[in-house]
């Protein structure tokens, strides 16, 4: 950790007037859910990621077929206005 950093933040803190310190703790209260779910969606992406290498090159491949060929279908269509 930045002690610098920390101590200047603290210094910060100590001098805002006590009506912004609920603002300031949401702020921060943020910021670490904000952290935390990168965390967890990181896991989850890994989790997926490593559930594809059970699979079959054949199945994999026609997976990835399918999965374009539905992209296609759904978003490769004009739309009139």
């Not at 200047?8 to 805002?16: D, E, M, R």
């Not at 009506?19 to 997926?48: M, T």
């Not at 399918?66 to 739309?79: I, S, Y």
């Amino acid at each position: 950790m930045d002690l610098k950093l920390y101590k200047s933040v603290l210094q910060k803190l100590i001098s805002l007037p006590e009506e912004y310190l609920p603002q300031v703790n949401d702020f921060l209260s943020r910021l670490g859910r904000k952290h935390s779910q990168k965390e967890e969606n990181r896991a989850s992406i890994l989790a997926l990621a490593g559930s594809w290498n059970d699979m079959l090159e054949e199945d994999f491949e026609e997976y990835l077929t399918h999965t374009k060929k539905t992209g296609d279908d759904l978003f490769g269509r004009e739309v009139e206005l």
